[in-house]
């Protein structure tokens, strides 16, 4: 369903809410009492859980990843995957032409249920 006058390409309607895209945004609208959520799973024995990224596109469409934060299972205990202990991390890219992508991606926030690690000082600042 096209929702008109007000930009948006795509709506569907659903039992919950609905679901807007409009330009380069999605919007997930709840009308009742629970809060919408965007949920990343992957099956047992994968790390990973889930990613989402920013990035810049090259000229030639190829994305950079520049931010990324992700879900995953915590490393500690990735022999077990029946373990669903998690951790959550987040990398921001360091430039280093020569490096592959994935070498340029700096773990600087890891958030454990027993501790949280930061890579580097940590500055505090009022705005």
Known sequence: MIEKGRGALFRRDLEWG????RGNEVHIVTT????????????PGTGSKGTVAWG??????T??????????????YRDD?????????VHVRWHRPGLS???QM??????????VRVRGPV????P
């Open 18 to 21: 609905y679901i807007i895209e």
């Open 32 to 43: 009742i009492d629970d809060p919408p959520a965007l949920f990343l799973a992957s099956m």
């Open 56 to 61: 810049s596109v090259r000229p030639d469409g």
């Open 63 to 76: 994305i950079e990843g520049m931010v990324l934060m992700q879900g995953k299972q915590d490393e500690r």
């Open 81 to 89: 995957p029946s373990n669903l202990t998690a951790e959550a991390t």
């Open 101 to 103: 992508d994935d070498a």
């Open 106 to 115: 700096v773990p600087v926030l890891e958030l454990r249920h027993d501790g």
């Open 123 to 126: 500055t505090f600042f009022s």
